[in-house]
């Protein structure tokens, strides 16, 4: 049977037959739709002609692409299956079988093809790695290793089949076994990769002088080689040569070549994990790998953020702070960067700059967690006002979202007391709990804001009976449920929830103190009383106990 080549990008290139100069010009319109993607009409094409020629195994491979992209995975199965039988010779067609039942997770059918087509064809070495892989994936270890050796037999020992084999000892529990073999092919095959592997396995296992050995003679292969740089640097720091240390740093961060993003990935790690005693004694080598970083990528946002968040961890929150509003200010359009340095006013009770920045944030990103932390700043600020304008302009725009409406109505309901309005208060705290009946913070300050006003007391207690339930290890529901239990004459009932609330953070709130001890004075326990007084006046010594 003569044969035509059609060449196109399918799953693979195979030479295509056709009798007929109609059979092969349909055959090449059908391929030439399904390269333009018109896979509809090329099935249809193909269906018409695996039926005018059933013995064209072309037909039937092609066939099979088709009904794949249609999803119809069984029928395209037995195409590709008929076009296998026609000619099982075809190393594509077998291929493509074995890559059908890996794409279905069929991995056991998968591995068996490719078996066979290994088998069948040992000069293909795409099939061995894809085989490889299927061993690999199915933790198949020893018959992975004897792939690798049936490559190694075909191309003579490589870089990439010690790193693989390295990798499954590994994975085998066996990495002495997969040292040796690296240090087998290091005395045959000099390579910088081989030998930085080598040098971070003796890191890891301490043995410093035998992994400079192996860096260095990385090094002497490539000297700009940066996985070799870096596990040198790590030699030194391990030896606490920090003078070394710097310099051989001092080229990764130096070098234009490296991207930022692995530079910043190292600085963030440093930052988590440096010894503050070292960075006391060698600060200024730290500080000079972080602007050097700066210098060489002043115009990277991470940078920026980076060398903050490296000053930051450092204690030196003045000087994050610029760098933050640096990268803040040069890259307005990233929510990253603007987030960041809102959350850093934030941990510095910058109050006024927070309320600005977060106002603006909201306005050029409309994420409602930046109003929450201008929200945050104007209770600080004493803005109530401006909270209540927040609020209802977030109930205009998403009023329909409960979780939004319920946050706002409850933000809402604290600024209307603070500013005094019980009232307009009251009736947004019955607003969010109409929403959820059941949501703790709502509970416990209307139940508490009406203990503080004497009114509807059964009421609160109902309200702050619930919280309690839902979270008995919170302080301050707590204090609010045994402060009422005191307003309805029960001092020995709330006795014991002071208590509670004195082993969960009860004693850092000189409010919960004052209640605890008015609470033991009418229970006639004065000394006991005095002691919580006196601590209360610790906390906040300008207010009378």
């Known amino acids: 049977m003569k044969r035509s080549v059609l060449a196109l990008a399918l799953f693979f290139l195979i030479p295509v037959v056709a009798p007929a100069q109609s059979l092969e010009s349909n055959l ?56 296998v039988a026609l000619d099982s010779t075809n190393f594509w067609y077998r291929r493509l079988l074995g890559r059908m039942y890996l794409m279905q997770n069929r991995t056991e059918e998968a591995m068996t093809e490719y078996e066979a087509l290994v088998k069948a064809f040992p000069e293909k070495n795409s099939a061995v790695y894809e085989l490889l892989d299927i061993y690999l994936a199915r933790k198949e270890y020893e018959k992975a290793l004897t792939a690798l050796a049936d490559i190694e037999t075909q191309r003579g020992p490589s ?39 080598l040098g971070d396995y003796y890191v890891q296992d301490f ?67 440096i010894d503050p005693k070292i960075l006391q004694l060698h600060r200024e080598g730290f500080d000079g790998l972080v602007q050097r970083t700066a210098e060489v990528h002043p115009g990277d946002s991470t940078v920026l953020a980076a060398v903050g968040s490296y000053y930051y961890g450092t204690g030196r929150e003045a000087e994050a702070g610029k760098w933050f509003r640096e990268a803040a200010d040069r890259f307005p359009a990233s929510l990253g960067q603007t987030a960041t340095y809102v959350q850093y006013l934030s941990l510095q009770k910058d109050w006024a700059q927070l309320q600005s920045r977060a106002m603006d944030a909201y306005r050029r990103f409309d994420e409602l967690a930046f109003l929450d932390y201008a929200n945050m700043a104007n209770y600080e600020l004493g803005a109530y006002q401006d909270i209540v304008k927040n609020s209802k302009e977030v109930l205009e725009r998403h009023g329909k979202n409960k979780t939004v409406a319920l946050g706002a109505y409850s933000m809402m309901g604290d ?107 009418a229970l006639g326990e004065e000394d006991t009383a005095k002691v919580y007084r006196k601590q209360a006046a610790r906390l906040e010594p300008t207010e009378k106990p």
């Open 28 to 83: 090449i319109d059908a391929v030439t739709l399904y390269g333009n993607g018109q896979y509809q009409r090329a099935r249809d094409i193909l269906q018409a002609l695996s039926v005018a020629a059933p013995d064209n195994d072309a037909v039937w491979y092609y066939l099979a692409q088709t009904q794949w992209q249609a999803q119809e995975k069984d029928a395209a199965e037995k195409s590709l299956k008929k076009a």
């Open 159 to 197: 870089e990439e089949v010690t790193r693989t084999r390295y990798d499954i000892y590994t994975a085998m529990g066996k990495q002495e076994e997969g040292i040796a073999q690296l240090e087998a092919f290091n005395q045959q095959y000099s390579s910088p990769t081989i030998l930085s592997m």
């Open 207 to 273: 043995a410093d002088s035998l992994a400079q050995v192996r860096y260095e003679e990385a090094l002497a292969l490539d000297s700009s080689y940066m996985p070799a740089i870096l596990g040198m640097s790590e030699v030194y720091r391990h030896t606490r040569r920090y003078p070394e240390y710097f310099r051989t740093l001092d080229k990764f961060f130096g070098s234009e070549d490296i991207p930022a993003a692995s530079k910043t990935l190292y600085l963030n790690n440093l930052t988590r994990a």
């Open 415 to 521: 600024a209307y007391h603070a500013m005094g309005d019980s009232k307009q208060a009251f009736k947004a705290y019955e607003k969010a709990l109409k929403l959820n009946p059941t949501y703790a913070p709502v509970l416990n300050n209307y139940a508490y804001y009406l203990s503080l006003e004497g009114k509807k007391l059964k009421k609160a207690y109902t309200m702050s009976k619930k919280t309690v339930e839902a979270e008995p290890d919170n302080a301050t529901y707590l204090d609010t449920f045994a402060w009422i239990l005191h307003l309805m004459g029960k001092d020995l009932e709330a006795k014991p929830f002071f208590k509670h609330a004195m082993l969960y953070g009860g004693k850092d709130s000189a409010v919960i103190l004052r209640h605890y001890a008015t609470v033991l004075e």
